[in-house]
């Protein structure tokens, strides 16, 4: 017989051992990613109505990924890149980017984030760049509060505008330059730190669809050639196919996500397929697609059974049933 107050004792070691589980659980996921958002939740509240823009969001993004994220409006991608930016804090939740934590920051950490790890394109062009700046003079400032030596400014200025094809562009201010050069040297501004990171709001969504191309080529010659981890908010199906992953988020969760890789048809010509995944969070939820549930008319609940080697899906109707078990009929998952 044990007394009760050794029985407590036990119980509160066996509650101390489970907290001490999920916290190295909690530390150890994403380990080695260069982004990590593990159930990131944003409520933004004013006059008595609360909107929940992020709804427990989890995302790992691998060190030289190149990954459009694609979604509806509202559906909370402008939310998780002003955090990833460090222009705004997660409710709750925990979002990390190369090893730092921006939930904890506090102001003068913050901007120096935004300073060294990241840097910002926007869709407008109005929004990148000075307008009373030439090209390179917009590329250099940045480094101007960053410590560069002038010396080093100007080289590494002219650098990333030849790399990025608007070297030409150098000693003009952006009212003499097209829409496309001017993405490409606010993509050049926004690199002159070096960030690891790379952030692109529908940065080709004023571009017409060539000009939008060269833009694109640029944020790829930005992950290839200078290294930068780079990821594109954007509604052009023609910039997310041509990325090995491509993110959906929809009600404030990442709810999909598609990747592509090469592969030799019968004759030996590549090739690219696409697969697209629903994506199990942490929490173990799933969001199926709405032309699917829309299709087996499912709503509010469904029924789940285990099988051999999948889950199956059916839903809650007197007349459903588990007959296309294992078979990959009807809901079967």
């Known amino acids: 017989m044990t007394s009760p107050a050794q029985d407590a004792f036990v119980a509160a070691g066996g509650i101390a051992e489970l907290g001490a589980e999920a916290q190295r659980a909690r530390t150890s996921y994403g380990d080695g990613a260069l982004v990590v958002c593990d159930q990131v939740v944003r409520i933004y509240a004013g006059e008595g109505i609360e909107v929940q823009a992020l709804q427990g969001l989890d995302l790992l993004i691998g060190e030289g990924e190149l990954i459009a994220m ?18 705004d804090t997660p409710t709750a939740g925990r979002v990390r980017v190369a090893g730092l934590d921006l939930g904890g920051m506090n102001a003068n950490e913050r901007l ?13 062009t109005s929004r990148n760049l000075l307008p009373y700046l030439t ?16 010396r080093l400014r100007d080289e590494r200025a002219m650098e990333l505008l030849e790399v990025l094809g608007v070297a030409h562009c150098a000693n003009r201010v952006p009212s003499r330059m ?3 050069e001017q993405q490409r040297t606010a ?14 709001d529908e940065p080709t969504g004023e571009l017409d669809s060539r000009t939008a191309q060269d833009v694109f080529d640029a944020l790829k010659t930005a992950n290839t050639d200078l290294g930068a981890t780079v990821l594109v908010v954007t509604h052009d199906p023609a910039v997310s196919h041509q990325v090995r992953r491509t993110v959906a988020i929809r009600d404030g969760r990442t709810s999909s996500e598609t990747l592509r890789h090469d592969t030799a048809d019968e004759l030996g010509n590549t090739v690219r397929e696409a697969v697209e995944y629903a994506v199990l969070d942490r929490a173990g939820r799933v969001q199926l697609p709405r032309e699917m549930t829309e299709r087996h008319r499912m709503r509010d609940r469904v029924r789940l059974r285990s099988l051999d080697d999948h889950i199956g ?12 078990a294992g078979t990959g009929d009807g809901g079967a998952a």
């Open 70 to 87: 694609v979604g509806a409006s509202g559906s909370g991608k402008s939310t998780l890149m002003n955090i990833l930016a460090g222009l």
């Open 112 to 124: 120096s984030y935004r300073r060294q790890q990241v840097g910002f394109v926007w869709q407008q």
């Open 135 to 150: 090209a390179k003079q917009n590329v250099v400032t940045p480094m101007r509060f960053s410590g560069y030596r002038r």
């Open 178 to 180: 097209s829409g496309g």
């Open 187 to 200: 993509i050049a501004t926004a690199l002159a730190n070096e960030p690891r990171l790379l952030l692109a």
């Open 313 to 324: 899906v059916w839903p809650d109707r007197p007349d459903s049933s588990d007959r296309g």
